[in-house]
């Protein structure tokens, strides 16, 4: 059973930073690509930042390109979020999701199979 | 920028057919994606290529993509069903796009 926890959301002030981390199991993590989408509250989703199954690809949202990073654990089956210079529009509940991946006429299509629980991060002062 | 237009609402009688859309000027291009989010509960995957439902999704759940939209059939429609519903698409230009996404209410 594919099982993804959120840990290291919190209340954090404008200007400061959080990790968030997602440890994952029940699937071989190193074939596999890691997101974090987040939703906002009263929002919709937002896809945050995507890494590829072997790091070396990373995908961020234009509203948190430089300020976050994205890294993965393969020995750890880990995907962390880095997020710096945080502010109050980044209150929002985190999401880790797993990325699957079909070949359709020779190029890769990917969707989000499975989702973790969630972590709330609240930038307030 | 590129963007997926989805109705904010959709209402339907128990029992009765729902239709939500998803429309974006490259989706022809990329197969799109649906999810399934209830309030307090994290998104489920329910279509994938435009079409394809993954295990234990109901067959009452449908996709179908024609031109520049994508559509979400949910026939039979119950009470459960009642709930955000987002398309999203993998795009080589800007990689990763949700729809607006539409709340389903079950009257």
């Known amino acids: 059973e594919v099982q993804l926890e959120e840990s290291g959301g919190g209340l954090v002030q404008p200007g400061g930073s959080l990790r968030l981390s997602c440890a994952a199991s029940g699937f071989t993590f190193k074939n596999y690509g890691m997101g974090w989408v987040r939703q906002i509250p009263g929002k919709g989703l937002e896809a945050v930042s995507v890494i590829s199954a072997g790091g070396g690809s990373t995908y961020f949202a234009d509203s948190v390109k430089g300020r976050f990073t994205i890294s993965k654990n393969n020995f750890k089956n880990t995907v962390d979020l880095q997020m710096n210079s945080l502010r109050a529009d980044d209150t929002a509940v985190y999401y880790c999701?797993?990325?699957?991946?079909?070949?359709?006429?020779?190029?890769?299509?990917?969707?989000?199979?499975?989702w973790g629980q969630g972590t709330l991060v609240t930038v307030s002062s | 920028s590129y963007e997926l237009t989805q109705p904010p609402s959709v209402s339907v009688s128990p029992g009765q057919t729902a239709t939500i859309t998803c429309s974006g000027h490259r989706l022809g291009q990329s197969h799109a994606c649906w999810y399934q989010h209830r309030p307090g509960q994290s998104p489920r995957l329910l279509i994938y290529q435009d079409n394809k439902r993954p295990s234990g999704i109901p067959e009452r759940f449908s996709g179908s993509m024609y031109g520049k939209t994508a559509t979400l059939t949910i026939s039979a429609t119950q009470a459960m069903d009642e709930a955000d519903y987002y398309c999203q698409v993998w795009d080589s230009q800007t990689e990763v796009l949700f729809g607006g996404g539409t709340k389903l209410t079950v009257l």
């Open positions: 999701a797993k990325r699957g991946m079909l070949t359709v006429g020779g190029s890769p299509m990917y969707y989000f199979d499975y």
